[in-house]
């Protein structure tokens, strides 16, 4: 079986990676497309663990890929502040559009507003009376893909769950999900960059449409909600409103998509934690969940600037400068995980930082963790053996990591 992160070191071995001049290879989509840098992490953290970038394509900004220096920045909003962007973006493009208009990219105390808001959703209450449903979709999902044998992964089941729950979350009507479906498997999947964009222009369309109506007649959805939700006696302008469900969307299909596929890739690659998992399944799937988030650790990175002059790891950041968090390093940490590139389904304590930490820590999490459950549930319950059936593909972003397609070639369980 392949270990990913032994054979992408090798590769970078090859290249010669530990040198400070590779770090600017981490905002390189292409670095990507071959797995993740692990090796030119690993050198960092070893050597460089808070360094800085000089200004190109992109602005100037620190890096950080140490566990420590990274939960200190997500932990403490006031100093770090998501208003201005979380995501590394080319100069060129100038400012996010989300700037202090959603969820994510808002500080204390506008971001409690909108986190208060949409929370409620989230909660073990409400997520229990999906679970039925949820479980349902996972087990026809997982019945497709077994009838057609050969498929690909990500699209054919892990893309499909994460999207109809989303959109029954939002209200988005039976009739128009597929095309919801569509434009957002294109949003990420199209070959090229000019029809992923025209595919997230056709659901921001969407989604302002969708707000007006609900606007006039509200439902019992989250888009309602934040349609009716008012900030200092004001409705929120709907461009807004837009951005926050396009980011639900987003936030909401892409990493559980990421996560489920790396993690079935993970398990195929290490066949004794297969096992594992199938013959004590209730036993073992919330360990094994944590081990899948923290070793596909899809959000590649997460950036924060600083309110203030800081001292991080030794050096000095000062006020206004961008500070970038590699989660995905994070998580390889040994000062923190024994054996960080071992796929370990018992391990424990895991606390990584795959979903964040802090104010924004992730407020899908039990939702995603519903998700991976039931899919890998019906895997375990519907398929006999799968394989790997051509060469999985890789995402060439710097922002999310992962797949972008895993042939799999599945046959059925047989019942006695
Ligand atoms: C494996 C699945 C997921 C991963 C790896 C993931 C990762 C993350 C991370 C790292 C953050 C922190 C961002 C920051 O600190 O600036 C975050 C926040 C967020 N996530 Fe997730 N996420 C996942 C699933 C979901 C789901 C299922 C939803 C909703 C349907 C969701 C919605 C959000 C939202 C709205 C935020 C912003 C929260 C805030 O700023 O207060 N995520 N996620």
Same mark, same amino acid.
């Given at each position: 079986?392949?270990?990913?992160?032994?054979?992408?070191?090798? *590769?970078?071995?090859?290249?010669?990676?530990?040198?400070?001049?590779?770090?600017?290879?981490?905002?390189?989509?292409?670095?990507?497309?071959?797995?993740?840098?692990?090796?030119?992490?690993?050198? &960092?953290?070893?050597?460089?663990?808070?360094?800085?970038?000089?200004?190109?394509?992109?602005? @100037?900004?620190?890096?950080?890929?140490?566990?420590?220096?990274?939960?200190?920045?997500?932990?403490?909003?006031?100093?770090?502040?998501?208003?201005?962007?979380?995501?590394?973006?080319?100069?060129?493009?100038?400012?996010?559009?989300?700037?202090?208009?959603?969820?994510?990219?808002?500080?204390?105390?506008?971001?409690?507003?909108?986190?208060? @808001?949409?929370?409620?959703?989230?909660?073990?209450?409400?997520?229990?009376?999906?679970?039925?449903?949820?479980?349902?979709?996972?087990?026809?999902?997982?019945?497709?893909?077994?009838?057609?044998?050969? *498929?690909?992964?990500?699209?054919?089941?892990?893309?499909?769950?994460?999207?109809?729950?989303?959109?029954?979350?939002?209200?988005?009507?039976?009739?128009?999900?597929?095309?919801?479906?569509?434009?957002?498997?294109?949003?990420?999947?199209?070959?090229?960059?000019?029809?992923?964009?025209?595919?997230?222009?056709?659901?921001?369309?969407?989604?302002?449409?969708?707000?007006?109506?609900?606007?006039?007649?509200?439902? +019992?959805?989250?888009?309602?909600?934040?349609?009716? #939700?008012?900030?200092?006696?004001?409705?929120?302008?709907?461009?807004?409103?837009?951005?926050?469900?396009?980011?639900? #969307?987003?936030?909401?299909?892409?990493?559980?998509?990421?996560? &489920?596929?790396?993690? &079935? #890739?993970?398990?195929? +690659?290490?066949?004794?934690?297969?096992?594992?998992?199938r013959d004590d399944f209730d036993t073992v799937v919330n360990t094994a969940i944590d081990e899948i988030l923290r070793w596909t650790s899809s959000a590649t990175h997460i950036m924060r600037r600083a309110t203030r002059d800081v001292e991080l790891g030794g050096r000095l950041i000062r006020r206004g400068e961008l500070v970038v968090c590699w989660l995905t390093s994070a998580n390889r940490d040994p000062a923190h995980f024994p054996d960080p590139d071992v796929f370990d389904?018992?391990?424990?304590?895991?606390?990584?930082?795959?979903?964040?930490?802090?104010?924004?820590?992730?407020?899908?999490?039990?939702?995603?963790?519903?998700?991976?459950?039931?899919?890998?549930?019906?895997?375990?319950?519907?398929?006999?053996?799968?394989?790997?059936?051509?060469?999985?593909?890789?995402?060439?972003?710097?922002?999310?990591?992962?797949?972008?397609?895993?042939?799999?070639?599945?046959?059925?369980?047989?019942?006695?």
């Amino acid at each position: 079986m392949i270990d990913t992160s032994t054979v992408i070191d090798g *590769i970078h071995a090859v290249h010669g990676v530990h040198d400070v001049h590779d770090i600017g290879r981490l905002v390189d989509g292409e670095t990507y497309r071959h797995g993740n840098p692990f090796g030119l992490w690993r050198w &960092m953290r070893e050597n460089e663990p808070v360094v800085r970038h000089e200004p190109g394509v992109f602005p @100037a900004f620190w890096s950080l890929t140490r566990f420590d220096e990274v939960k200190e920045v997500l932990r403490d909003a006031e100093t770090f502040s998501s208003s201005s962007g979380i995501l590394l973006r080319p100069l060129a493009q100038g400012e996010d559009p989300g700037s202090n208009r959603t969820l994510a990219l808002s500080d204390p105390p506008r971001h409690q507003l909108l986190r208060g @808001a949409v929370a409620g959703w989230f909660a073990p209450r409400n997520l229990r009376r999906l679970s039925d449903s949820l479980d349902s979709a996972a087990y026809s999902i997982v019945r497709s893909a077994v009838a057609a044998s050969r *498929i690909d992964f990500v699209g054919d089941v892990a893309a499909k769950l994460p999207i109809e729950v989303v959109c029954s979350f939002l209200g988005v009507p039976d009739e128009d999900r597929p095309s919801l479906v569509q434009w957002s498997t294109d949003a990420f999947c199209a070959g090229t960059a000019e029809d992923r964009s025209i595919a997230h222009l056709e659901i921001l369309d969407y989604f302002g449409d969708l707000v007006e109506r609900r606007r006039a007649t509200p439902g +019992e959805d989250l888009v309602s909600v934040l349609a009716g #939700l008012t900030h200092q006696g004001e409705h929120l302008p709907v461009d807004e409103v837009v951005l926050n469900c396009d980011n639900l #969307l987003v936030g909401g299909t892409e990493n559980v998509r990421l996560a &489920m596929s790396g993690g &079935m #890739l993970a398990l195929l +690659e290490h066949p004794e934690q297969w096992a594992l998992l199938r013959d004590d399944f209730d036993t073992v799937v919330n360990t094994a969940i944590d081990e899948i988030l923290r070793w596909t650790s899809s959000a590649t990175h997460i950036m924060r600037r600083a309110t203030r002059d800081v001292e991080l790891g030794g050096r000095l950041i000062r006020r206004g400068e961008l500070v970038v968090c590699w989660l995905t390093s994070a998580n390889r940490d040994p000062a923190h995980f024994p054996d960080p590139d071992v796929f370990d389904v018992r391990r424990g304590p895991n606390r990584h930082l795959a979903l964040g930490a802090g104010p924004h820590y992730c407020v899908g999490t039990q939702l995603a963790k519903l998700e991976i459950r039931a899919v890998l549930r019906e895997f375990f319950a519907q398929v006999g053996d799968a394989a790997v059936d051509g060469e999985p593909e890789y995402l060439d972003s710097i922002v999310v990591n992962g797949l972008r397609a895993l042939p799999l070639r599945l046959t059925p369980r047989r019942t006695e």
